[in-house]
Structure formats: C-alpha cells, structure tokens
C-alpha cells in the first residue's frame, strides 16, 4: 500500500498553503538559498526558516550546507510517493463512479422510478 510509505507529515506540511508556495518555487526553480526563498514572502526570514524545516521533517524537501548558505532542493522521491499516491486515489474513485454509472444505466433501461426532487 503506497499511503504506508508515506509519513503523515507530508499532508501537514502540505496543509499550509506558504508551504505549497514553497514546494511549487523548487519544483520551477530548482535549487534556492533559504535568503532566496524568504525574499519571495512578506513573511519574516525566521517563519520561512520555520516552514523550510517542517518540509524538511516531512521529507519533501532537502537541504545542502554550501559555505555560509543552505540550499534547499525538492525531494523527488518523496513527491513520487505522493504522486503514486494520489493516483492511486483517483483510480479507485473512478472505479466507484464506473461502477455507480453501470448501476444507474441498469435502472434506466429496466424504466426505474424517475428521480425527482421532493
């Protein structure tokens, strides 16, 4: 089961729409400098600091030292779990509309009741 490899905290970092910012400026713009990624918010340096390390605890993103700056980077297995993930998802619930359609089809040519509002 895919959702089994995938740590809870990915969903709550992903929960905080600062958070998906960040996530969708890596996956645009490759690797940035914390300094880099916090110029881009009107939030102040250390709650980007704080968001950074709640994805970084989530995995869904890494972190290299490079001198005096840290350079951030998306973890791209982790987004392969979540993309496997929410495909899996989508399948199953198309499976369920597939069948509720085959289902309501039946009703139609057996001439079942019209469905009305009350």
Do not use: C
Request: glycine share 2%; no cysteine.
């Amino acid at each position: 089961m895919v959702y089994n490899t995938l740590n809870m905290d990915v969903f709550n970092a992903l929960a905080d729409p600062t958070r998906r910012n960040i996530i969708e400026m890596l996956a645009s713009r490759g690797q940035l400098s914390a300094s880099d990624i916090s110029d881009k918010f009107k939030t102040s340096p250390p709650a980007i600091s704080q968001h950074l390390k709640v994805l970084r605890e989530a995995k869904l993103i890494d972190m290299e030292k490079r001198a005096q700056q840290r350079i951030y980077q998306i973890n791209p297995e982790a987004m392969t779990q979540l993309e496997e993930w929410a495909k899996k998802m989508a399948s199953e619930w198309q499976a369920r509309f597939s069948a509720l359609d085959k289902v309501l089809e039946l009703e139609k040519k057996k001439g079942g009741k019209k469905w009305t509002k009350k």
